[in-house]
């Protein structure tokens, strides 16, 4: 199976901040990754695809990038709304594992 | 446009389970669809996901001889049986839908439910 690590796993950052979440690949995966965001007892939210298309109805201040087995995600300036925990997911085999979430909270 | 599970509740350890899932506002069959779990206070699972005409299954390695996915295009619903729970199966189970090419496919999953949760426990 394909294992995903994040990093950081927690991230305390301000409204305005500039916010990069990286995903790590086991093995090279080309661009077959999505992330998702998920708040506090809600389902988790398609952001990106493709490892870099915008899902329709993004904010553009999310934005992803990397191929093979790196990968970031990146929020260009922190909302209210965007403290959550962000999961990247491998879609290139079975199971699509997901990385382990990326807390990010207020400073 | 939503899914909508049901099925959730406490079972004793070895027990089964039914989970369901049915679409409103869409129309399933174009669609792979997917269970995913989240235990609680911890991460995102993927547990399995059947084909858009149901011809092709696949499971995580933690629920596979327990845990059959199926889908019944005709009523717009999906399903998960659950058999020899474990107290390890204890989560907020999700379906959601994915795109109709199996992996590997670029598109993730973009319509989800609000969950249903399952509790093991004697």
């Known amino acids: 199976d394909i294992q995903l690590t994040q990093s950081p796993s927690f991230l305390s950052a301000s409204v305005g901040d500039r916010v990069t979440i990286t995903c790590r690949a086991s093995?090279?995966?080309?661009?077959?990754l999505a992330w998702y965001q998920q708040k506090p007892g809600k389902a988790p939210k398609l952001l990106i695809y493709?490892?870099?298309t915008l899902q329709s109805g993004v904010p553009s201040r999310f934005s992803g990038s990397g191929s093979g087995t790196e990968f970031t995600l990146t929020i260009s300036s922190l909302q209210p709304e965007d403290f959550a925990t962000y999961y990247c997911?491998?879609?290139?085999?079975?199971?699509?594992?997901f990385g382990q979430g990326t807390k990010v909270d207020i400073k | 446009v939503q899914l909508v599970e049901s099925g959730g509740g406490v079972v004793q350890p070895g027990g089964s389970l039914r989970l369901s899932c049915a679409a409103s506002?869409?129309?399933?069959?174009?669609?792979?669809m997917h269970w995913v779990r989240q235990a609680p206070g911890k991460g995102l699972e993927w547990v399995a996901v059947?084909?858009?005409?149901?011809?092709?299954?696949y499971y995580a390695d933690s629920v596979k001889g327990r845990f059959t996915i199926s889908r019944d295009n005709s009523k717009n619903t999906l399903s998960l049986q659950m058999n020899s729970l474990r107290a390890k199966d204890t989560a907020v189970y999700y379906c959601?839908?994915?795109?109709?090419?199996?992996?590997?496919?670029?598109?993730?999953?973009?319509?989800w439910g609000q969950g249903t949760t399952v509790t093991v426990s004697s």
């Open positions: 959601a839908g994915g795109p109709r090419e199996l992996a590997p496919n670029y598109y993730g999953l973009d319509v």
């Open positions: 506002g869409f129309t399933l069959s174009p669609y792979s």
């Open positions: 059947i084909s858009s005409d149901g011809g092709t299954k």
């Open positions: 093995q090279g995966i080309r661009s077959y």
């Open positions: 493709a490892a870099s």
């Open positions: 997911q491998q879609l290139i085999s079975y199971p699509q594992t």
